[in-house]
């Protein structure tokens, strides 16, 4: 069965701290997403992840991606308030067009 | 470009109604994707369409839903008859597959979403 697990579920967090959220996948995937989700609103996409090693960074986020581990991080540093949020990583199974995403990842991040 | 575009944004009717939920999406993208969302299961896939083919309708969770997309602009997603079970936001996303040679492609952009209640 295909799973891709997110660690931590739920994440509270004091503003100015640095935390990791991590994604974990069980199939072969040569590509990942991650997206952020802000309650009652839609995914809106942060990162697109093609190849082993890739990262990328936007602000406060930084994601990478080792396809050898089947695993994907988001970095955040120097967290505000601003990204209390959902955030979802999914995987693109090689040769599928159908995404699998994670259990999500809920942030709230404290003043 | 307006995104995904998606209506209602709420629907609140009574079990046994039929419920038509419409999905335009991105100009030029010509795969198209329906998501329901609950507290419990999370984001699941119902079915996606290729080229306005059904390729794969294997998370369509019963008889009861069915969908089509008549054109590259305009698909549907039909639940008759509803029950409360059915009561989850839905959501419509659209893609450009990556046949088209663009490693950036595959990248699957969402809509607002529709709250359905069945009561």
């Known amino acids: 069965e295909l799973k891709v697990e997110q660690n931590p579920l739920f994440l509270s967090m004091q503003e100015g701290k640095n935390y990791t959220i991590y994604c974990n996948y069980s199939?072969?995937?040569?590509?990942l997403y991650w997206y952020r989700q802000d309650p009652g609103k839609s995914l809106e996409s942060l990162f697109v992840l093609l190849s082993n090693g890739a990262v990328k960074q936007e602000g406060r986020l930084m994601a990478s991606l080792d396809t050898k581990a089947r695993l994907s991080t988001l970095h955040i540093t120097a967290a505000v308030h601003d990204l209390s949020a959902t955030y979802f990583c999914?995987?693109?199974?090689?040769?599928?067009?159908?995404?699998?995403f994670g259990t999500g990842t809920r942030l709230k991040v404290l003043a | 470009d307006a995104g995904v575009i998606q209506s209602p944004r709420h629907e609140v009717t009574e079990m046994g109604q039929e419920v038509t939920l419409r999905c335009k999406p991105i100009s030029g993208h010509n795969s198209l994707f329906w998501y329901r969302q609950t507290m419990m299961r999370g984001l699941e896939l119902l079915i996606y369409?290729?080229?306005?083919?059904?390729?794969?309708d294997s998370g369509m969770p019963e008889d009861r839903f069915s969908a089509k997309m008549p054109n590259a602009s305009f698909s549907t997603l039909k639940i008759q008859p509803s029950e409360p079970r059915d009561s989850a936001v839905y959501f419509c996303?659209?893609?450009?597959?990556?046949?088209?040679?663009?490693?950036?492609?595959?990248?699957?952009?969402f809509g607002p979403g529709t709250r359905l209640t069945v009561l």
């Open positions: 199939t072969t995937s040569d590509r």
């Open positions: 999914a995987v693109d199974p090689s040769g599928t067009y159908k995404y699998i």
């Open positions: 369409f290729n080229n306005n083919v059904p390729i794969d």
């Open positions: 996303a659209s893609s450009l597959d990556r046949t088209s040679g663009r490693i950036e492609d595959n990248e699957q952009f």
